[in-house]
């Protein structure tokens, strides 16, 4: 055989190889990524969902990678190109992308006491003289971000009740980040009155003072209607196999079992439960959206 020949043999075997190495490349297994989209500051949100992500490892043998959107816009982005397998949301963010999610396949989180349910209060400052809501007619008022079931759409309806306007009525209105952001606040006279979770407060005290924050020192003047927990759900093309290990490994909770109270509890859950689009009717009527057929 001759040298050339023998050079063309060894160039084409390591074409070859080459080759098997970049398919090898190109259809490695991606993470699958969970994205949560946040009620509080992104620091926190990786320290509360740590543990359950790592849970989640553990149990389903799947590499899981936990992101956290900055924004709707980044969020929309992410799940539009498929970045995203699995969103947890609330009900408002989940209901203006339910076409691209696996709807046969949520979840629905629970509070605690096991509810489905949950609302917002509305605090003010003890020795503000505020004792109502409709006491806030020329005050300044923090709301939660834009795409918060409690903190904002349940808000503006109770505001609505008290015949309050609150684009007319309110001295200023703005929307904070997370409960003790927007407690923060209050409490320091930099708003007349916050909107915050119904948990929030409620046998905490050690964990605000933490924050910062002396529930001592607030009070609840009004509660927003029921609406539904956050929503968990896979989008439309993630393999059904994967769907299923998540969803059972979710289901598999439970806080009576001392190791999974840890993880719900740094979450501020009290576990999942199996969940149906037509459970977010009621919000869609709140927000005039229709459901995708």
């Not at 003790?180 to 916050?194: K, L, T």
């Amino acid at each position: 055989m001759s040298k050339s020949l023998c050079k063309g043999t060894a160039l084409g075997a390591l074409i070859v190889s080459w080759l098997v190495v970049a398919s090898h490349v190109s259809w490695a297994k991606k993470p699958e990524t969970i994205a949560v989209f946040p009620c509080t500051d992104v620091v926190m949100v990786f320290e509360k969902f740590h543990p359950l992500v790592t849970y989640l490892k553990q149990e389903t043998g799947l590499d899981i990678r936990l992101v956290v959107p900055a924004d709707l816009a980044e969020f929309e982005k992410a799940i539009r190109n498929g970045d995203i397998d699995f969103a947890f949301q609330d009900a408002p963010t989940y209901i203006r992308f339910a076409g691209l999610y696996d709807q046969g396949a949520l979840l629905r989180a629970l509070t605690h006491e096991g509810k489905t349910i949950q609302c917002g209060v509305v605090i003010v400052k003890k020795d503000s003289g505020i004792d109502s809501v409709v006491d806030l007619e020329g005050k300044s008022v923090m709301f939660g971000p834009e795409f918060s079931s409690v903190r904002w759409v349940a808000a503006k309806l109770l505001f609505e009740q008290n015949g309050l306007d609150i684009e007319e009525d309110l001295k200023a209105y703005s929307h904070g980040q997370h409960c003790q952001d927007i407690a923060f606040n209050v409490q320091f006279n930099a708003v007349d009155a916050g909107v915050v979770c119904d948990h929030f407060l409620e046998g905490r005290s050690e964990k605000q003072h933490e924050l910062g924050v002396d529930p001592e020192t607030l009070v609840v003047i009004g509660r927003t209607k029921l609406v539904p927990m956050r929503v968990f759900g896979p989008r439309q093309d993630v393999d059904s196999d994967i769907v299923s290990k998540v969803n059972q490994a979710l289901l598999k909770l439970d806080g009576k079992v001392p190791a999974h109270e840890k993880i719900l509890c740094r979450a501020e859950l009290g576990g999942f439960q199996k969940s149906k689009d037509e459970d977010y009717d009621d919000v869609r009527m709140q927000l005039d959206i229709k459901r995708e057929e």
